[in-house]
Each structure stands twice: as structure tokens, then as C-alpha cells.
């Protein structure tokens, strides 16, 4: 009786297993996962970007100066 027993359980396993959902329901589940995924990726870019935006700090001063300025460099003739 444990053999018949198991073999139906192994059996009505792998039936389970095969009766997966059909191309179009995978096609639903396919474009849902998308959609979320793209609604997560603009929340986090969004955030990121007023992130940015917020941190930056506003400087009027010029870059480089002439006391910070690289030395020009002079050639010399042979």
C-alpha cells in the first residue's frame, strides 16, 4: 500500500507541476513585472535626482584662480 501510495503522490506531483499557466497568462504576468519594474526604476530616479539637486551647493566663484591655476608649462629650444 506505501508503494501504490507514493506513486500516486509522485504521479500527482509532476501533474501539478505541467499544468502551469498558459502563454498568455505568462504574457500578463511578464508586462505587470515590466510595468512595476519601471515604476520602481522612475520612484528611485527621482528620488536620486532631487537628491542630487538638494546637495549641490550653489557657488558663484570661478573654478580656477590665479593663485590655484596650474603653472604654465614653458618649451625650451635646443
Known sequence: MKKVFTLVAVASMFSF???GPSAEER???EEAAKKQ????FN???QSLTADTTAAAPATTEPAA???H???ATEEKKH
Open 43 to 45: 520612484a528611485a530616479s
Open 17 to 19: 507541476v505541467a499544468c
Open 69 to 71: 591655476a596650474a603653472p
Open 27 to 29: 504574457a500578463k504576468i
Open 37 to 40: 519594474m519601471d515604476s520602481i
Open 65 to 67: 584662480t590665479e593663485e
